[in-house]
């Protein structure tokens, strides 16, 4: 039985007011019996803070990104060590805003996945297609290449320690939700395309959704067979719907 996982990615928002009065409000709705993973994904510079906002509860922190180097003259990056430094468990890598905003290839995308890995944390990959390529048939081929590149380079035992999240790029921010049903599909192609390499780890890995996801829509979405939790952008933004997805969740 997988664990479900409720992710919240806060991109590029808040300050440290705005953070203060959000995490008071999670850390009050939660309780320690919830059976799912809540992780919450400030941007850098209020990892600090969080993490003692934190302390005590089951929330995990996450990063939004990360640097495949682990030290030196690279102006402006953040390595794994630092952010294990500041307690972050989790690193968003290959988030369709920065392959599409900042030029991360797959090979990008591969060397942070496996960089996070070998330093003892937990990536949880972004996949996902355009809107021109479900339109053009083209959702499973895009798939296929983005976890292809990873299982290439840190071979499929990199996921027996990582998270897939499904985010078509089309759904990201638009209140265009996949369908359950969009989902589902999608996220059983994941899992049939890992278990060419193994069964088993395709078995455990979890694969969350994402994309419009808010208090509203996540029940149904989070109740198709492959679908295990969600990583949410907007909605975690606001204590009561981030609460109501992650009710849902469990
Ligand atoms: P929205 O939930 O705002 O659509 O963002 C999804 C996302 O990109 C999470 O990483």
Redesign the pocket.
């Known amino acids: 039985m997988r664990q479900p996982l409720v992710a919240g990615?806060w991109k590029m928002n808040g300050s440290r007011d705005s953070i203060k009065a959000l995490m008071s409000g999670i850390n009050a709705g939660l309780s320690s019996s919830d059976r799912a993973q809540v992780v919450v994904c400030p941007p850098f510079v209020y990892l600090d803070a969080v993490a003692g906002m934190i302390k005590g509860t089951k929330i995990a922190i996450g990063a939004q990104n990360v640097s495949h180097e682990s030290a030196g003259a690279f102006t402006g990056e953040i390595s794994v060590s630092m952010l294990q430094d500041f307690g972050a468990r989790y690193v968003i890598v290959g988030?369709s805003e920065r392959r599409a905003l900042y030029g991360e290839s797959d090979a990008t995308v591969a060397h942070k996945f496996t960089a996070t890995l070998l330093g003892g944390m937990v990536p949880i990959l972004c996949v996902g297609e355009l809107l021109e390529e479900r339109e053009s048939g083209k959702t499973e081929e895009v798939v296929a290449r983005q976890l292809d590149a990873i299982v290439t380079h840190a071979s499929i035992k990199g996921f027996e320690a990582a998270v897939v999240a499904y985010?078509p790029v089309w759904?990201?921010?638009t209140g265009k939700t996949a369908t359950p049903e969009q989902a589902q599909e999608v996220h059983a192609f994941i899992r049939q395309r890992l278990a060419k390499h193994s069964s088993t780890i395709a078995e455990k890995v979890q694969i969350l959704y994402?994309?419009?996801?808010n208090a509203g829509n996540a029940e149904q979405i989070f109740s198709m067979a492959d679908v295990d939790g969600g990583?949410?952008?907007?909605?975690s933004l606001k204590a009561a719907d981030f609460l109501a997805i992650c009710r849902a969740a469990n």
């Open positions: 990615n988030h985010e759904a990201i921010g994402g994309g419009s996801v990583l949410v952008g907007g909605a």
